[in-house]
């Protein structure tokens, strides 16, 4: 079964210019979320698809993140226009729907972006 | 809100010598425990996790944790590390009791075992 997949797995991109991230959840998983790890800090939450719905976007950081999950499948995170503070490492990851099992979140490898 | 404080940013341990990375949180609610690893140039994988029960959990690689709910502490323990062990370990937890999915993690403590 394949696991959860992150396109690219490095970006190098201009300040001022957009990058869209792309995850693929693993098969079946109703729940996806996004998280990012600036600078060798804590990995923070960004937020939680359920399909295709948003349930918690609590952690974006501002306006110019954009994450979309078309038709509850693969979900995009757009930067637009980046910023130097937007370095980091984005990470995806799915779950199963049913919360009373505690069920564990699958991560994928994630996205070095570097905003030169 | 939870918050988790890993104590040590770095760990450097010789071969077959035991290790302990050290992990608190915060929480208001109760929780479920995790341990994260990430090997160099992988994802994030689960080591191991304490949902209710013993409060001794164990993955399957030797590696195993204590739930202290009076010391807010889930410590990952390990008697004898291998050269394979060098990774960056992550604790973190999530609400048990509400709609809340959201995992905090600690900053990360990366282990470093030397032959």
């Known amino acids: 079964e394949a696991g959860v997949t992150q396109f690219p797995s490095h970006s190098v991109i201009e300040k001022g210019q957009t990058v869209t991230l792309r995850c693929d959840p693993i098969?079946?998983?109703?729940?996806l979320y996004w998280y990012r790890r600036v600078m060798g800090k804590e990995i923070k939450f960004l937020l939680h698809?359920?399909?295709?719905?948003?349930?918690?976007e609590s952690g974006m950081p501002n306006n110019r993140f954009l994450a979309e999950r078309t038709g509850g499948t693969y979900s995009t995170l757009k930067v637009q226009p980046a910023e130097l503070e937007d370095s980091g490492v984005y990470f995806c990851?799915?779950?199963?729907?049913?919360?009373?099992?505690?069920?564990?979140?699958?991560f994928g490898q994630g996205t070095r972006l570097t905003v030169v | 809100a939870q918050s988790v404080t890993q104590l040590d940013s770095q760990v450097p341990v010789f071969e077959e010598a035991p290790v302990e990375l050290r992990c608190n949180y915060s929480?208001?609610?109760?929780?479920?425990l995790f341990w994260y690893v990430q090997y160099p140039n992988q994802g994030l994988q689960l080591l191991l996790k304490?949902?209710?029960?013993?409060?001794l959990v164990e993955s399957i690689n030797g590696f195993e944790a204590e739930f202290n709910k009076s010391q807010t502490s889930f410590h990952l323990r390990k008697p004898s590390v291998h050269i394979s062990d060098t990774a960056e370990y992550f604790c973190?937890?999530?609400?048990?009791?509400?709609?809340?999915?959201?995992?905090?993690f600690g900053a990360g403590t990366t282990v470093t075992v030397r032959a």
């Open positions: 990851a799915s779950s199963q729907g049913r919360r009373e099992e505690g069920t564990e979140a699958f």
């Open positions: 098969s079946g998983h109703d729940n």
């Open positions: 698809f359920v399909k295709e719905s948003k349930q918690d």
């Open positions: 929480s208001s609610v109760s929780v479920y």
């Open positions: 304490y949902l209710s029960g013993s409060t």
């Open positions: 973190a937890v999530r609400p048990s009791n509400r709609n809340d999915y959201k995992l905090s």
